[in-house]
């Protein structure tokens, strides 16, 4: 089935990204006057939504839950519409804050090939910010007051975007789940999610609690500060889940000191290694009940950690995504999967079929997007470029200078 180009005044521009659910699109909503916004819309076309309509209440849900979860962190819903058409049947649109940025997973891609990485503040506030938005939506509360016990159950580096401007907005919330919710679709002992970053409860289909999340908030921290996912990869889902399964946290803690130690040995007290390693063994328990019980907790101990200034965090994280959009800019075409991208004169595409309900029956997990190119972060060093823009900036006001004396000279 072929998408229009404009829906409910939405103009669509560019696909942003394909997930398990279907596809993102950058669309632009015109008003009066020159009047312009751009959104960006996850879609569930006609054909399956009849085919599924599971599908249409977990986009309902989604909706509801991101209108409600009003947080710097977490991507911010505009609007939910459904479009009725009778030759094809009912399509359904959510309407959300467009992110300019970048996703958490393309950052990863660059800064594991990098020779330098960022220092150890930008993946600090990340985290943090991450535990600050997950804390919000752990909170909610229903219209009677009462505690939702929404617990995200999807966490992983494809689904935290990190804005130009160096923030975290956590995306995504297609598979949450709410304890207390009308209407309800779904278990919470189905097995859903992505096993390398689902915490052992989720992958044994046991009941989930918002510790799951800080459990995917755990392994996405040691993909940070390692390089190199907690579970090691693996191609084949079957394999995928048992290599989930199998890892614990002390055979992998070595590897992460050695990491810690290669890549941030020199901008890092060891006080610091042990409470980053400390941090990650507590989110990593296998059991929940020993895992911090808050995603509080988890902030406010990064926010005490010694050497983090969150602010410096978050400029060396803004530049490696200005770096990375100057990449796209460059090159546009590594942007998307070339057989899914959008020339804005071609109908739209199906989205792609769903592909995370089973992890049994998946084919392959692999990360979504295509990889950078991998000379990233070894032209960055912010600090480098700064000084850069000010050589630059003495350069051309010596010109200047000298320009206005050869005046004076002539004169
Ligand atoms: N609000 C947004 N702004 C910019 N890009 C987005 C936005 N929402 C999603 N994306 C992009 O689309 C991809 C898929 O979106 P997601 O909500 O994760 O859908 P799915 O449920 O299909 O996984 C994301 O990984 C991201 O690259
Ligand atoms: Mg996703």
Same mark, same amino acid.
């Given at each position: 089935?072929?998408?229009?180009?404009?829906?409910? $005044?939405?103009?669509?521009?560019?696909?942003?990204?394909?997930? $398990?659910?279907?596809?993102?699109?950058?669309?632009?909503?015109?008003?009066?006057?020159?009047f312009e916004q751009e959104v960006a819309i996850k879609v569930l076309d006609a054909d399956r939504a009849r085919l599924s309509p599971g599908l249409v209440r977990s986009l309902a849900l989604e909706?509801?839950?991101?209108?409600?979860?009003?947080?710097?962190?977490?991507?911010?819903?505009?609007?939910?519409?459904?479009?009725?058409?009778?030759?094809?049947?009912?399509?359904?649109?959510?309407?959300?804050?467009?992110?300019?940025?970048?996703?958490?997973?393309?950052?990863?891609?660059?800064?594991?090939?990098?020779?330098?990485?960022?220092?150890?503040?930008?993946?600090?506030?990340?985290?943090?910010?991450?535990?600050?938005?997950?804390?919000?939506?752990?909170?909610?509360?229903?219209?009677?007051?009462?505690?939702?016990?929404?617990?995200?159950?999807?966490?992983?580096?494809?689904?935290?975007?990190?804005?130009?401007?160096?923030?975290?907005?956590?995306?995504?919330?297609?598979?949450?789940?709410?304890?207390?919710?009308?209407?309800?679709?779904?278990?919470?002992?189905?097995?859903?999610?992505?096993?390398?970053?689902?915490?052992?409860e989720q992958l044994e289909g046991e009941r989930v609690d918002r510790r799951s999340d800080l459990y995917a908030l755990g392994t996405m921290g040691f993909e940070m500060f390692a390089g190199e996912?907690?579970?090691?990869?693996?191609?084949?889902?079957?394999?995928?889940?048992?290599?989930?399964?199998?890892?614990?946290?002390?055979?992998?803690?070595?590897?992460?000191?050695?990491?810690?130690?290669?890549?941030?040995?020199?901008?890092?007290?060891?006080?610091?290694?042990?409470?980053?390693?400390?941090?990650?063994?507590?989110?990593?328990?296998?059991?929940?009940?020993?895992?911090?019980?808050?995603?509080?907790?988890?902030?406010?101990?990064?926010?005490?950690?010694?050497?983090?200034?969150?602010?410096?965090?978050?400029?060396?994280?803004?530049?490696?995504?200005?770096?990375?959009?100057?990449?796209?800019?460059?090159?546009?075409?590594?942007?998307?999967?070339? $057989?899914?991208?959008?020339?804005?004169?071609?109908?739209?595409?199906?989205?792609?079929?769903?592909?995370?309900?089973?992890?049994?029956?998946?084919?392959?997990?692999?990360?979504?997007?295509?990889?950078?190119?991998?000379?990233?972060?070894?032209?960055?060093?912010?600090?480098?470029?700064?000084?850069?823009?000010?050589?630059?900036?003495?350069?051309?006001?010596?010109?200047?200078?000298?320009?206005?004396?050869?005046?004076?000279?002539?004169?």
């Amino acid at each position: 089935m072929q998408l229009p180009r404009t829906i409910a $005044g939405y103009e669509f521009v560019q696909l942003l990204g394909v997930g $398990g659910f279907g596809a993102v699109y950058r669309a632009v909503l015109r008003g009066a006057l020159g009047f312009e916004q751009e959104v960006a819309i996850k879609v569930l076309d006609a054909d399956r939504a009849r085919l599924s309509p599971g599908l249409v209440r977990s986009l309902a849900l989604e909706a509801k839950i991101l209108s409600r979860v009003q947080h710097p962190n977490v991507v911010q819903a505009r609007h939910f519409l459904q479009i009725s058409d009778d030759a094809l049947g009912d399509t359904w649109i959510l309407v959300m804050e467009l992110v300019r940025g970048q996703t958490l997973r393309r950052l990863l891609t660059t800064q594991s090939k990098a020779a330098t990485p960022l220092p150890i503040n930008a993946p600090l506030q990340v985290m943090s910010e991450i535990a600050d938005g997950l804390h919000f939506a752990h909170r909610l509360t229903d219209e009677s007051g009462a505690a939702v016990g929404l617990v995200h159950r999807d966490l992983k580096p494809e689904n935290v975007m990190i804005s130009n401007e160096g923030r975290v907005k956590i995306l995504d919330f297609g598979i949450a789940y709410a304890k207390r919710r009308a209407g309800a679709t779904g278990s919470s002992n189905m097995v859903i999610g992505t096993p390398h970053y689902m915490s052992p409860e989720q992958l044994e289909g046991e009941r989930v609690d918002r510790r799951s999340d800080l459990y995917a908030l755990g392994t996405m921290g040691f993909e940070m500060f390692a390089g190199e996912s907690f579970v090691p990869p693996r191609t084949r889902a079957v394999e995928a889940v048992k290599a989930a399964r199998e890892t614990r946290f002390e055979q992998r803690e070595q590897r992460l000191r050695e990491a810690l130690q290669q890549r941030y040995a020199h901008q890092m007290e060891d006080s610091l290694q042990d409470e980053i390693v400390d941090l990650l063994r507590d989110l990593l328990q296998r059991d929940r009940t020993r895992r911090p019980s808050l995603a509080e907790n988890v902030f406010d101990r990064i926010e005490a950690m010694s050497a983090h200034r969150p602010s410096v965090g978050r400029t060396y994280v803004r530049v490696s995504v200005e770096a990375l959009n100057k990449i796209d800019r460059q090159n546009p075409e590594a942007e998307a999967d070339p $057989g899914l991208a959008v020339p804005p004169t071609q109908p739209l595409p199906r989205g792609a079929p769903p592909a995370r309900v089973d992890p049994a029956e998946q084919p392959t997990l692999g990360p979504e997007g295509t990889e950078p190119p991998s000379a990233l972060i070894e032209d960055l060093p912010p600090s480098i470029q700064a000084t850069d823009r000010w050589k630059q900036a003495a350069l051309v006001l010596a010109g200047l200078l000298l320009l206005a004396l050869l005046g004076l000279v002539v004169q």
